[in-house]
């Protein structure tokens, strides 16, 4: 369910969306039993209260209660014929939405109260075809690596340009004309959680449409992080096939985590990696690694403040140091896909 270039018919308006805009909220899940009743609830409340019109449950395929329990909470529920992952399933909803505003909320986030009126205000800016938020300072995951991870997203969240160059559907709005107009997400390339939502936010500013961060648009991540898990996310669900989507494109996007300082701290971080072996071959290079270290700080130190500030000077230390490691397989996934790009039939795949 993707279109081709724009035409004159379907290129997004100069005009945002009306004061009052109808918002269906659309919610993908797979499994998600013991999300259904935390993430629900503030949304339930939002429905009585008139903030949004609607609110669809699209279950994946699941193997356990969640539409039953889904259907018991209160909500409408749609059903995949297949597993198809959670693009698949917001262009499920999209096929049936009454609303105006598509309000993607992932079935492991509490959206905050007040989202609905903070999305409307950025989609009545005139272009403004989609709009997206930001997790909390509090992440459900209380494991060093949890708090890392999701403190991590929102310190990128919260730090960007409020013009964005992408989409996130984690929390985040589309207006319907402008979603299907665009063709949805593309559900052939990403069949499992991945960059389905950067993917279209591409495609909607190809078409004429701005896509606005709201900072204060929030919601509360539940998911609970393993190193392992992290690892494979960040690599083979984010890295790849970002790189491939920016290779394939010719562009470099200069916006959260791919923008250009970013780029000259991975850098450093691989540096500071490599320095230890350095050393070891070099006496004389034996200052190398604390002073890359020290440099790493430096080049990291507001990163390192806000986590110190919202998660403990432990767990600042530790996810600074980790953030290392994040920088040198990201890069690494980059510099193998531009390789990629020119060995044809060295595709390096998902192992899960």
Request: charged residues 20%; hydrophobic residues 45%.
């Amino acid at each position: 369910m993707t279109a081709d270039a724009p035409t004159g018919e379907h290129r997004a308006g100069t005009q945002g969306t009306r004061p009052g805009a109808s918002i269906t909220v659309v919610m993908p899940a797979y499994n998600a039993v013991g999300f259904l009743p935390l993430v629900l609830a503030p949304l339930i409340e939002m429905e009585k209260a008139g903030e949004v019109l609607e609110i669809l449950v699209v279950d994946d395929c699941s193997t356990d209660e969640t539409p039953a329990l889904a259907a018991r909470l209160g909500a409408q529920v749609l059903r995949t014929p297949k597993n198809g992952g959670p693009g698949a399933a917001r262009n499920l909803a999209a096929q049936h939405a009454a609303g105006e505003i598509l309000w993607f909320v992932d079935s492991d986030v509490i959206a905050w109260p007040g989202g609905p009126e903070k999305i409307r205000a950025a989609m009545a800016e005139a272009g403004v075809v989609a709009c997206f938020g930001s997790y909390d300072h509090e992440p459900a995951g209380q494991t060093w690596i949890s708090r890392y991870k999701n403190l991590t997203h929102r310190y990128y969240h919260q730090e960007a340009r409020r013009e964005a160059s992408t989409f996130w559907a984690g929390c985040g709005a589309v207006r319907k004309d402008a979603f299907l107009a665009a063709g949805g997400f593309d559900v052939k390339t990403y069949t499992k959680p991945s960059i389905e939502d950067i993917e279209l936010g591409y495609r909607l500013r190809a078409r004429g449409g701005r896509i606005l961060l709201v900072p204060d648009l929030l919601g509360k991540h539940l998911k609970v992080w393993t190193v392992p898990n992290l690892m494979h996310t960040d690599i083979f669900r984010r890295a790849i096939p970002w790189s491939r989507l920016m290779i394939a494109r010719n562009e470099m996007t200069d916006d959260l985590n791919t923008s250009t300082a970013e780029r000259a701290r991975a850098l450093l971080a691989g540096a500071l990696v490599a320095s230890p072996l350095a050393a070891l071959l070099v006496p004389g290079l034996a200052w190398l690694p604390l002073c890359l270290l020290a440099a790493a700080f430096a080049a990291n130190w507001r990163f390192f403040t806000f986590l110190r500030d919202n998660a403990g000077l432990p767990i600042a230390i530790a996810g600074l140091l980790y953030h290392q490691v994040y920088y040198v397989y990201s890069a690494a996934a980059f510099v193998w896909c531009v390789l990629e790009a020119r060995l044809p039939g060295r595709r390096i795949a998902d192992p899960r």
